[in-house]
């Protein structure tokens, strides 16, 4: 029965497609009766269609697309398409793919529906796709706007009354769906506070109006926004003049310029804002509570003051406001720092202003300042450094072969200064002195001949020397502030590091990024004729390439702790500086080895050393330790629970400079005697001498104290409890 079936079809088939010579007009009565045979299989083959979106069972609102695909079995070709929702055609007829219609969901009734899909082919045989069953869900649709306008009337005082005092207005108000509040008006300005309940009501002072007649009306408004004004209520204010009160209020004043903790130096101007209920008559300025010239009289106030005759420091301004009556107004105080100190001046140790004594030699070396410094291990050799200024800094190098020195100021002994140090560190400073007269003074290094015991010779060696000394910590690669991409061999010492270890990277992409507060920025790292060429970013901005190369020295075939980068003038605030391996190198040089083996910053804040008179020592703590590259080559150590360390300064902010690593405890910070941390963790996995702990900002202009306290506890992961004392650095 099939076989004949499908023959009857085919033969069909060949009949219309002769009929179309003839007449188009028999070709729908053959499709018409072609469908009307059992769908089996022709020997052409067969379209199987199937609704692709939406998924059966699935919850569909607004218009929503339908699609289809259909597969073809043997050699049909698809004509088109018929979407058909619940039986009735959806749209028209798709004739190419892919097979969709936009469905509006919106016209057809929340609930079930069913959707099918019918493809044909080019002989108008139609194929059916399962059905898909959707549940339409559109919200209804939003209510018709509110357009009624309240009704609102004012019900007192009453039209024509004569009013005085504190006098009640009152109205009622409707509306169909809500009132949500009545504004009432004098004179056509909204007077007070909308009320939002009922019953509606309001005082009026009459005493802040005119004598006279004044109108009263009320606005209600509802949830839409519509709002009705009431018919206006005339009343007469008629009240007894009050006798002029005596002018008791101060004026106010606010200092508008400096803002608070601006630093200011050369010559400043200082202005205040200032208003009275009256009139203001004066405004006087003061400095340290001390009158700056004359009263100001005449607005705007202010008042051209130089700095240059103050000490440097912080320093609080005020401004009395005055008005006819003697009434005065002190306005809130603004602190200011006063910074006229001279930019710091480097003398190289060839300057003239220094004067040796036999026994000193020649030391080049690409990676001292200036590319060279003076050495002398002879007894009593001397430099004499002639300065003008109120501070210097003997800037020199620590290292294993490296003795004591003997420092005079001014013709008179200071102090035995031991620069021996278990590695090599170069361009550091040596020995600070601050606080002196703003005159001429000598700054004198004698050669002793002596030697640390664990030093194997007693040179000693002057480098350069700072007028005034800067804030300078040197912050190893090993700091937990500086982060490597992974592939950096580190901890390499191969060569006199600073801190004994370094990062070297040859790989293009690889980077290291430094996080640092400072106004200045130096990287430390290895110039030689196998070093390449790095990027270098601040604050995420290119800055400049970097080659590092450098020919072949015979003495000093590598520059080590070489300055290959500074940046200066930034903000005293947080920046990060990345650098990254290029992977290139210049044409002479034998590979592209980039180094990363320090970072100094430089702080707009003042340092004392551990050994300062300003920090005084509990029972438990051993001065003087000389185990890592510590500021100024040296640090109190204690791991005895309960040792304090005090430090006594005056200024508006502090900072405790230490070490981490991983022999390191945990540490109590106190500030003028409340603890600040309590538990303030220093452990670190790698050594980091100079870390800059703990910054306490924003403090009152005045005397403070911070205490450090060992607590003896330490790190599940770190091997001691030892706590270190470097250096303070604070704002004066």
């Known amino acids: 029965m099939n076989r004949t079936i499908q023959t009857f079809r085919k033969s069909l088939a060949k009949a219309a497609a002769l009929l179309v010579l003839v007449s188009s007009a028999w070709i729908a009565p053959l499709q018409a009766f072609a469908q009307l045979l059992p769908p089996l299989p022709l020997p052409g083959g067969s379209l199987v269609v ?17 699609s289809a695909s259909v597969s073809i079995v043997g050699s049909l070709t698809v004509a088109s398409v018929q979407f058909r929702l619940d039986g009735a055609n959806l749209g028209a007829q798709d004739i190419s793919a892919p097979y969709s219609v936009s469905w509006n969901t919106t016209a057809s009734g929340n609930g079930s529906h069913t959707l099918t899909a019918v493809a044909r082919d080019l002989l ?24 009624t306008l309240p009704a609102v009337s004012v019900t007192s005082p009453a039209s024509g009354a004569t009013v005085s005092g504190i006098t009640g207005v009152t109205a009622s ?11 009432f008006r004098i004179d056509g300005t909204n007077f007070g506070a909308e009320d939002t309940s009922a019953p509606y009501s309001i005082s009026w002072n009459t005493a802040s ?22 018919a206006p209520v005339t009343v007469t204010v008629a009240n007894a003049p009050p006798p002029p009160p005596p002018d008791t209020m101060p004026p106010s004043v606010n200092i508008t310029s400096p803002g608070n903790g601006q630093a200011v130096r050369a010559t400043v101007t200082v202005t205040a804002s200032a208003s009275d209920n009256v009139g203001v008559v004066g405004v006087q300025f003061f ?14 106030y202010s008042i051209s003051v130089d700095t240059t005759a103050s000490s440097n420091g912080s320093h609080v301004l005020t401004a009395v406001a005055r008005d006819a009556a003697g009434n005065r107004t002190t306005s809130a105080p603004v602190t200011v720092t006063v910074s006229n100190t001279a930019p710091t001046v480097r003398y190289e140790e060839t300057d003239p202003s220094i004067a040796y004594t036999a026994g000193w030699r020649p030391d080049a070396h690409g990676s001292l300042s200036g590319g060279a410094a003076a050495a002398s291990n002879t007894p009593n050799a001397r430099a004499t450094f002639t300065f003008t200024g109120t501070s210097v800094s003997w800037i020199g190098g620590r290292s294993f072969e490296t003795g004591i020195a003997r420092v005079s100021l001014d013709g008179s002994f200071v102090a035995e200064v031991d620069t021996y140090s278990k590695t090599v560190e170069v361009q550091v400073p040596i020995f600070t002195a601050v606080g002196l007269a703003n005159t001429s003074h000598t700054l004198m290094i004698e050669v002793t001949g002596r030697q640390n015991l664990a030093a194997t010779a007693p040179w000693v060696l002057v480098d350069a020397f700072d007028v005034p000394p800067t804030t300078i910590s040197r912050l190893q690669e090993t700091d937990p502030s500086v982060t490597f991409t992974p592939g950096w061999l580190q901890g390499d010492t191969g060569d006199l590091w600073s801190g004994g270890t370094a990062a070297a990277s040859i790989t293009q992409g690889h980077q290291v990024t430094f996080t640092f507060t400072g106004t200045e920025i130096r990287w430390l790292s290895a110039r030689g004729p196998q070093h390449g060429i790095a990027r270098v970013f601040l604050d995420g901005a290119f800055m400049t390439e970097v080659d590092t190369y450098s020919a072949s020295d015979p003495v000093h075939p590598v520059q080590v702790q070489a300055r290959v980068f500074t940046a200066t003038g930034l903000a ?18 034998a590979a592209a080895i980039v180094v990363v083996d320090a970072f100094e910053v430089t702080r707009s804040a003042t340092r004392r050393q551990e050994t300062d008179p300003a920090i005084t020592y509990g029972l438990g703590w051993i001065q003087g330790n000389r185990d890592r590259p510590y500021s100024e080559g040296t640090a109190a150590v204690s791991t005895v629970p309960g040792a304090q360390a005090t430090f006594s300064f005056t200024g508006t902010s502090v900072s405790w400079i230490g070490a981490r690593g991983p022999q390191t405890g945990i540490a109590r910070v106190i500030l003028d005697g409340n603890v600040v941390a309590d538990s303030f963790d220093t452990y670190a996995p790698a050594e980091a001498p100079q870390t800059t702990f703990f910054t306490l900002s924003g403090l009152a202009a005045g005397s403070h104290t911070l205490t450090i306290e060992v607590t003896g506890l330490k790190n599940l992961a770190s091997t001691g409890a030892s706590i270190a004392v470097d250096a303070f650095d604070f704002t004066p």
Do not use: C, M, W, Y
Request: charged share 10%; net charge negative.
């Open 572 to 589: 005293d605030a947080s920046h990060t500086l990345t650098i990254e391996v290029t992977g290139r190198k210049n044409p002479d040089s």
């Open 50 to 66: 199937t609704i692709a979106s939406p998924g059966s069972g699935s919850t569909v609102s607004g218009t929503v697309p339908v």
């Open 287 to 300: 400095g340290d509570g001390t009158p700056l010239g004359a009263e100001d009289i005449t607005p705007p």
């Open 209 to 230: 109006a005119t004598n006279g007649s004044h109108t009263i009306t009320a606005l209600a408004r509802d949830a839409a926004g519509n709002s009705r004004i009431s």
């Open 124 to 147: 108008g045989v139609q194929f059916t796709s399962a059905p898909v069953t959707v549940t339409v869900n559109n919200a209804p649709p939003p209510p018709p706007p509110d357009t």
């Open 173 to 183: 108000a409707s509306d169909n769906v809500g009132v949500v509040g009545v504004q």
